[in-house]
């Protein structure tokens, strides 16, 4: 009986098995592999998908070591590969530019890859070569502190569907025509953008992350987007030169995207919004959209309140609600305009699906103390509303909670949860 071996049954079993098995594990650990057996030598080599990330590089703390030992194995690796490569992935602080990530973008531009993520370190960023706009089979790709500069002749990844930018150097004219000319893009991130004026023009696009400093955002032919976020880090110079403009900002920002199913606004969305003729009452209504995160809202400047106002007014699905207040004046601050509310806010209005509400960063001012006596009049199905008060005078406190006490709740479930500081 010893002379008979038990069967290999994993080794005897298809190609394919054996690489879903080789990419649950670290890129370094599927090449050792090879040390299994005679069959195991080059099971490593025809796996499609390379993924080069924190964990299989060597801990030391001399950055140019790693460095030198990251590029040794990359390269070797590409070297003895067969065969296709549908996903490459390199994410690693230790890499820094180098003459080898061309070697390495021109042997995938000739494999068939699909999928394209290059998150470098610190250091130069690096300008990809005219090589890569040949990757005619791209469907996602990544690229972090990278240089873009399309060729004349490029016209486009067609098969793009997921697009995210983060620190890269690009043209307002390139970057516009990048996005133009991807049309089966769905999703799209650009972060780190500088004094950018951008229109986006994707009519396929599902997915809208934008943050970095906007001098102005356009949303041309997105009729599928349904998620969107937005950070704008507007500087004093841009907001004046946007504030001369005649056009309405919120009507050509979110004017043409009716399946909006979930909007957040960070850092100066809704001041961005405000900019701009008078707002108005809107043409468009959101009947798909069920999630408002809004964030750092001056419930100082009327239009900024105009701006929450009309969106989760003409949104009669909305069902969660986030907002978050930057006011700068205490809570017993006379405020002008009161009679704003009776204006735009008329006794009839009814937010008929709202259930979730949570106001963090309220200082007690009497605009956001009506916006909320608001909200608890006109929402009859409402469970739950949070408010987490940004003052930590407990006089200050007590105060916004009485004068919570005293509103009327449209909805007999409703729940008020006044979260104090300590």
Request: hydrophobic share 40%.
């Amino acid at each position: 009986m010893g002379d008979f071996l038990d069967p290999d049954l994993i080794s005897d079993l298809p190609q394919s098995i054996i690489e879903t098995i080789l990419i649950q594990l670290p890129i370094r650990d599927a090449v050792r592999t090879s040390i299994l057996s005679r069959k195991w030598r080059y099971k490593w080599s025809t796996i499609t998908q390379l993924v080069f990330d924190e964990k299989c590089y060597p801990t030391c703390n001399d950055r140019e070591l790693v460095h030198k030992s990251v590029v040794e194995f990359i390269t070797r690796l590409l070297f003895l590969h067969q065969g296709p490569i549908h996903k490459f992935h390199i994410v690693n602080a230790s890499l820094a530019s180098c003459p080898a990530i061309n070697q390495w973008i021109l042997f995938l531009s000739r494999n068939d890859i699909k999928d394209f993520n290059l998150e470098l370190g610190e250091g130069d960023f690096f300008r990809m070569p005219s090589c890569f706009f040949g990757c005619e089979k791209l469907t996602r790709l990544e690229l972090s502190r990278c240089e873009l500069y399309p060729p004349a002749s490029f016209k486009g990844f067609s098969c793009l569907k997921s697009l995210n930018l983060h620190q890269v150097l690009i043209s307002p004219e390139a970057i516009e025509s990048l996005i133009s000319s991807c049309p089966l893009l769905e999703s799209l991130s650009l972060s780190y953008f500088d004094c950018l004026a951008l229109t986006v023009c994707a009519p396929n696009l599902k997915y809208l992350c934008l943050e970095g400093e906007f001098t102005e955002i356009c949303l041309v032919d997105t009729p599928l987007l349904v998620e969107l976020s937005v950070a704008m880090y507007m500087t004093d110079d841009v907001a004046e030169h946007m504030e001369q403009s005649s056009t309405c900002n919120f009507v050509k920002f979110l004017g043409g995207v009716p399946n909006l199913e979930r909007l957040v606004g960070l850092i100066d969305f809704t001041k961005y919004l405000s900019i701009g003729n008078d707002l108005g009452h809107l043409a468009i209504t959101y009947n798909y959209l069920e999630t408002i995160e809004m964030y750092q809202v001056s419930f100082e400047d009327m239009k900024e309140i105009l701006v929450v106002l009309r969106l989760i007014t003409s949104s009669p699905n909305l069902k969660e609600l986030h907002i978050s207040g930057s006011s700068n004046i205490s809570a017993g601050t006379y405020a002008a305009g009161m009679e704003f509310w009776e204006k735009e806010c008329p006794s009839d209005s009814i937010l008929s699906q709202l259930k979730l509400v949570k106001l963090t960063e309220m200082s007690g001012v009497p605009h956001e103390i009506e916006f909320i006596k608001f909200l608890l009049g006109c929402s009859p199905v409402l469970e739950t509303m949070s408010i987490i008060p940004s003052m930590y005078d407990m006089e200050c406190q007590l105060k916004m909670l009485v004068e919570l006490m005293k509103f009327r709740r449209a909805s007999s479930k409703a729940e008020v949860y006044f979260i104090r500081g300590d």
